[in-house]
């Protein structure tokens, strides 16, 4: 009798094929909105910064703002999905975002935008995004893991293609203040349908993950952020995690105002940069397979060329403001955008083996928020020295040579072991 009730039970905590795919779709949902909604300033840069009369590089503190707050609240967002589960941790990400961009509609100085599009909006992009989604998937998936994390790393992407065109349209319409509070009021009342679902099973997660959770909490793992944080490996990734995120984040806030100044047609322009994410995705899966094949260094090399490349083509829509050199950035450097990030996960698995993975990877985001806040904010100050963003992408163009270098020069990675 015991061993029969105990099989129904087992029999009823097996998942059910529409519960997983619940499962991954509402994640991939979730960092579509994160992502996409907080990526729209770089539609938002010109009329907001006409509407506030700041500075561009005032302006573009506020991404600054919002790459320090999603880096620096990563590990506050880990520690929110692993002690209270998907209910509160979606429920506070909801509430922020959409409280962040309904509130900077009202926005009548630039702090206040810092603060609700800037840190609010980091705060709940991060409580949105693949810290959470990893942390449920795994729970439940333990075969073909990396295909069914791509599908809600996808989203970001998705997110990039919908979301700024979309935004585009609106402005077209309304005003800034009135866009920013429909895209707000839209994440708001998403919220009760998220409630809906059976999100304290899906934080529960399988049987398996509860029982190898139990026999890895009772152990010491050999590697943890303490220890890690004392390799020349560890501030090796963190050098190159940094460079790339001051590479990427040079361009990326300030692609749109600077092709609108080039005589692009806004929603084109708009149009191109969400294309730059939907790239991303294909670079991102290619990446993680050639890096098996031909290894990580060379493969990271390739993927900072492409970047680089990419850049000079947008620097020549300085002159020659023609589509193809404007689809040629796109191409070249969307295609690799955030396909660095493979590269340090596999890495940071083979450096730093044991249950502690998740923990040292996180740490690494902060370089991710430093390096984008750097990035964004010294473009912007750029433009307002120079009158142009020349220097701002020699700038970008300089990050990515030096991540790629860290490649070569550290040793730890160059060879791929501890030192």
Known sequence: ??????????????PSQAFLVTLVALTFAMNLIGRGVTETFAVFLLP??????????EITLTYSVYMLAYGLSAPFAGQLIDRFGARITYGFGLLCLG??????????TLWQYC???GFMGGLGAASLGMIIASGLISRWFTRRIGWIMSLPYAA??????VLPPLTQLLLARYDWRTTHQVLGAGVVLILPLVMLLPLERMTRGSSAWRGLKAGTTAGIGPWTVTTAVRTSAFWGLFTAYLFT?????????HTVAYMVERGIDPLLAASAFGMTGMLSFAGIVS???????????????????????????????????????????????????????????????????????????????LAMGLGAGIGSWASGLLYTLTGSYIASFILAISAAAAGMATFWVVRALREERIT
């Open 245 to 253: 995120s001051i590479a990427a984040y040079s361009v990326l806030p």
């Open 1 to 14: 009798m015991a061993q029969a009730t105990a099989d129904r039970t087992a029999s009823s905590e097996e």
């Open 99 to 108: 409280g962040g961009y309904l509130l900077a509609g009202f926005s009548t």
């Open 115 to 117: 603060f609700t599009v």
């Open 48 to 57: 907001v910064q006409n509407g506030l009369g700041v500075s561009r590089a």
């Open 287 to 365: 990446v993680g397979w050639l890096s098996d094949v031909f290894g990580r260094r060379q493969t990271a090399t390739i993927t900072y060329l492409s970047t680089i490349l990419g850049i000079v083509l947008l620097i020549g829509v300085t002159r020659w403001p023609s589509l193809v050199l404007v689809y040629g950035f796109v191409l070249f450097f969307g295609l690799m955008q955030g396909a660095r990030g493979p590269i340090i996960v596999a890495m940071v698995t083979q450096l730093f083996p044991g249950g502690g993975v998740g923990t040292i990877f996180g740490t690494l985001s």
């Open 156 to 161: 970001v992407g998705a997110g990039m293609l």
